[in-house]
């Protein structure tokens, strides 16, 4: 059966990253290696994961999600790549539901849906725009647009290489999944995030966010008039 490489880009993830990784131990069939891209942070990240037992990869400068994806991608063994974010916690190994419907061939990529309350605390404009923007270029519709919890084999993976900067990767990754043909699944989960909260800090994420998955939208629709 096809091994799992979990893949996790993590930025300053000190208080969430070994929760993160003792939940995946063991609550994932299959799995070969847990694979930490430590994104340029500044605290003990990458000392931290590699304590709990992961491969880590060290980035001198932060390049973003998709940029320390994109990095990270000649250094993934298993067949089967599972995306994760760093901050799950002891949820983390809900995430072995995503895995199904690839290794059953049900599905290409398969995306995580959180449950009320699980996901975000803001005010759902970058996700409006996301799937409005999805709709207008793909004509299709998804409900998780902005999941960074993602399964696929490493040969879909590489086919979106290299994968948009920061923020804008799920976005840019699910309309190329769509113009590309895949069948794309969302998956109800357990998982439980710790976003951002309404603060100053808060709001300048969701604005970086915000420009990041605009300017991905902008240039997918470019590429498409041309």
């Known amino acids: 059966m096809s091994a799992i490489t979990i893949l996790i880009p993590a930025y300053n993830e000190s208080l969430h990253i070994d929760a993160t990784i003792r939940s995946l131990q063991g609550g ?3 799995l070969r290696e847990i694979l930490v891209v430590d994104d340029g942070s500044n605290d003990d990240t990458a000392l931290i994961a590699k304590e709990e037992g992961a491969r880590v990869i060290r980035l001198d400068q932060n390049r973003g999600k998709g940029g320390a994806i994109t990095a990270a991608f000649p250094f993934v063994t298993g067949e089967i790549v599972l995306i994760l974010d760093a901050d799950l916690k002891e949820s983390a190994h809900e995430a072995k539901v995503l895995t199904g419907p690839i290794l059953a061939g049900e599905a290409d990529i398969t995306i995580a849906k959180f449950l009320p309350g699980r996901g975000g605390r803001g005010f759902g404009m970058a996700k409006k725009t996301a799937c409005l923007g999805l709709k207008a270029l793909t004509g299709k519709s998804i409900s998780s647009p902005l999941s960074g919890q993602r399964c696929m084999r490493k040969e879909v993976l590489a086919s979106f290489l290299p994968l948009p900067p920061r923020f804008g990767m799920e976005v840019g990754m699910t ?3 769509f113009s590309k043909g895949y069948r794309v699944l969302e998956v109800e ?4 995030h710790c976003p951002p909260g ?3 800090t ?3 994420h969701r604005g970086r966010q915000f420009y990041d998955i605009c300017a991905v939208l902008g240039s997918r629709a470019w590429r498409c008039c041309r």
Do not use: M, Y
């Open 28 to 30: 994932i069939n299959n």
């Open 175 to 177: 309309i190329d999944a």
């Open 189 to 192: 989960t357990l998982l439980k």
């Open 198 to 200: 309404r603060d100053w």
């Open 202 to 204: 808060g709001f300048l």
